[in-house]
């Protein structure tokens, strides 16, 4: 059964940056357009960003201009660079795919405070 692993969160200071990414056990990346979630305390899970398998990227109003989302298919890898950080960033960020959701990893805490 095909794992995922978030990694890279941590606490940072408003303006600040992250970079996390999700590595798969299994080659799921390669033909999958896969996506960033996040969700915060008593919020919905929602979408962040999301990349194709050729690449093409869409990106949630909230942090268009200021995240990053990009794919490394033979490391089975996903990224999100995070710039320009908000407290409204705060959450658990999570990936999977966009289409036929597999289980969810444990996701990596991002937190935004001074």
């Known amino acids: 059964q095909v794992q995922l692993v978030e990694s890279g969160g941590g606490l940072v200071q408003p303006g600040g940056s992250l970079r996390l990414s999700c590595a798969a056990s299994?080659?799921?990346?390669?033909?999958?357009?896969m996506a960033w979630y996040r969700q915060a305390p008593g919020k919905q899970r929602e979408l962040v960003a999301g990349?194709?398998?050729?690449?093409?990227?869409n990106y949630a109003d909230s942090v268009k201009g200021r995240f990053t989302i990009s794919r490394n298919n033979a490391k089975n890898t996903v990224y999100l660079q995070m710039d320009s950080l908000k407290p409204e960033d705060t959450a658990v960020y999570y990936c999977?795919?966009?289409?036929?959701?597999?289980?969810w990893g444990q996701g990596t805490q991002v937190t935004v405070s001074s």
């Open positions: 299994g080659s799921i990346f390669s033909f999958n357009a």
């Open positions: 999977n795919k966009v289409y036929g959701k597999i289980s």
């Open positions: 990349i194709s398998t050729s690449g093409g990227t």
